[in-house]
C-alpha cells in the first residue's frame, strides 16, 4: 500500500499541533504492515526523520522546464533528494505555468510557514501536486488539513486514486464561529471532493456533519496519540528554581485557546494559595492582552510569559510544572494534555476539547467556567494524595494511547476505499 501524504509541517521545524500529529500518525501508519508513505511539505529543511517515510518538498519540485545540468541541480538539492528525483518531477511538467514566478530551477518558493499571502502559497502547493501526482506511484492520497486539501483534490483530478482528508481542526474552531468565508470555502470544497473524511475527534465529526452537510457514512473519528517518551526527553530534570507550585499554559495565545480565562482562573487561586506560580508558554495575536490583563488583576508577579516554545523546551517546562491547564474554547483534539500527562502532571482540560472524549484521568471542566477551573487549579496544588493520584492513573492512561493504533485504524479505512 503507497500512500501520497500531503501535509504543511514536519518535525522539527513545527509551528503547531499540525507538525506534531502528522509525525505521530505517520510513525503509527508506517508500522502497518506493508506500507509506504511519501509525504509532501511545502519546504523541508533537510533534517527531518525520514527513517520510515519519505519526504517530497514542493519547493523542490519544477512546474516550468529549465534546462539545467546535473551538477547545478545537485548542488542546489542534495541535501533534500536524490538531484536525480528532480529531473524526473520536470519530466512529469504538464502545463504551461510560465507565468508563474519560479526560481533557476523552475520551482516555485515556500516560506515552509504561515505568511501573510497564505492564500498563494496554498494555491501554489497545488499546482505542485499535479506534478507530484504524474510521477509518483500511490494507491491513495491523503491530505492534512485544509492548507492541503487544494493539493488533494489536484492530485486526485490528476491520479483518478481515492482522497481521504484528514480534518485536524475547522475554522469554526480557530474563529470562535466567526468563520472567514474563503477559508470555509477550501474546507467545504475538500470534504465534498473526499473519497473519506477523518476527524480527530466526535467533536470534529459532529462538526462537519452540521457545518459542512457531510453524509454520516463518510466520516470516521481517528483519535490523535502520543509518542512514547525518549530516554533524553526522561531524564530532563526538574529545573523549576523555586518551592512555589508552577501551574502551565502551553499552546498559541489565540482566542481557541482560551488564555483570558487562565488568566482569570488564576487570579482567582492567588487569593487562597499566594504561593502559586502561572506560567503561559506560547505566541499569539492576543498576547499583549494577557500580558495587560495580567497587570490588570496585579497579578504580573507571580506570572511568566516565556514566548513560543518547542522540543525539548516543551518538555522542559512540563517537568518543571505541579499542573497543566488547556482551557480551549473549541479544541478539535489537543494533544498537549497527553504530552503534560506522560511527564507524570496533573491536567486540566475544558470538556469543549476532543481529548476529553479518550482522557478518564484528567480534570475536566467547562472552558467558561473559571470559579470551577480555579477550584481544580488549587485541588491539585493543595491535596497531595489528589495530585498523586491523577499523576500515576494520568500516565497509565496516556502511555496507553499509541499512534500505532490510530495507524491500524487509518490502514482500514485505506483497506475499504481501494478493496
Not at 182 to 187: D, G, K, L, S, T
Request: proline share 5%; aromatic share 12%; with cysteine.
Amino acid at each position: 500500500m503507497k500512500a501520497l501524504m500531503f501535509g504543511w509541517e514536519f518535525p522539527p521545524h513545527i509551528l503547531g499541533g499540525l507538525g506534531t500529529a502528522s509525525y505521530g500518525m505517520t510513525r503509527g501508519l508506517a508500522a502497518q504492515e506493508d506500507m509506504e508513505i511519501t509525504f509532501v511539505i511545502p519546504r523541508p529543511w533537510g533534517d527531518e526523520d525520514q527513517s520510515f517515510l519519505r519526504i517530497v518538498g514542493a519547493g523542490h519540485v519544477p512546474i516550468v522546464w529549465h534546462d539545467t545540468s546535473y551538477e547545478y541541480v545537485k548542488s542546489r538539492l542534495e541535501k533534500y533528494m536524490d538531484p536525480q528525483l528532480y529531473f524526473e518531477y520536470r519530466n512529469n511538467i504538464y502545463a504551461d505555468f510560465s507565468y508563474r514566478h519560479v526560481n533557476d530551477l523552475g520551482c516555485l518558493e515556500f516560506s515552509g510557514r504561515y505568511p501573510d499571502n497564505l492564500l498563494e502559497e496554498i494555491n501554489n502547493y497545488s499546482i505542485v501536486a499535479g506534478v507530484i501526482a504524474r510521477r509518483e506511484q500511490f494507491d491513495i492520497i491523503h491530505a492534512h488539513d485544509w492548507l492541503t486539501y487544494p493539493a488533494g483534490i489536484h492530485a486526485r483530478q490528476v491520479s483518478g486514486k481515492p482522497l481521504v482528508i484528514h480534518v485536524h481542526a475547522t475554522d469554526y474552531d480557530r474563529s470562535r464561529g466567526k468563520v472567514n468565508p474563503e477559508v470555509y470555502a477550501i474546507e467545504k470544497n475538500g470534504m465534498d471532493h473526499a473519497d473519506h473524511i477523518i476527524t480527530v475527534s466526535h467533536l470534529t465529526r459532529q462538526t462537519v456533519l452540521e457545518k459542512y452537510h457531510q453524509h454520516p457514512s463518510k466520516v470516521t473519528t481517528v483519535h490523535n496519540a502520543v509518542e512514547p517518551l525518549s530516554p533524553e526527553i526522561q531524564s530532563i530534570p526538574d529545573k523549576r528554581g523555586v518551592k512555589d507550585k508552577i501551574i502551565t499554559f502551553l499552546g498559541r495565545i489565540t482566542m481557541q485557546k482560551g488564555p483570558e480565562y487562565f488568566v482569570e482562573a488564576a487570579a482567582k487561586v492567588l487569593k487562597k494559595a499566594p504561593y502559586a506560580r502561572f506560567v503561559m508558554a506560547g505566541s499569539g495575536d492576543m498576547l499583549d492582552k494577557m500580558i495587560r490583563l495580567a497587570a490588570a488583576r496585579d497579578i504580573s508577579d507571580r506570572f511568566h510569559f516565556t514566548g513560543f516554545m518547542k522540543g525539548k523546551q516543551v518538555y522542559e517546562l512540563l517537568k518543571s510544572s505541579d499542573v497543566y491547564v488547556m482551557p480551549s474554547v473549541s479544541e478539535p483534539f489537543g494533544i498537549s494534555p497527553l504530552e503534560a500527562m506522560q511527564c507524570g502532571v496533573p491536567s486540566i482540560i475544558s470538556k469543549q476539547s476532543g481529548c476529553a472524549e479518550i482522557l478518564n484521568y484528567a480534570v475536566k471542566v467547562d472552558f467558561w467556567d473559571i470559579e470551577a477551573m480555579a477550584d481544580a487549579m488549587y485541588g491539585l496544588i493543595s491535596y497531595p494524595a489528589f495530585h498523586r493520584f491523577l499523576k500515576e492513573e494520568g500516565k497509565k492512561e496516556v502511555d496507553n494511547i499509541k499512534w500505532e493504533y490510530a495507524g491500524e485504524k487509518i490502514r482500514a479505512i485505506y483497506n475499504k476505499l481501494i478493496y
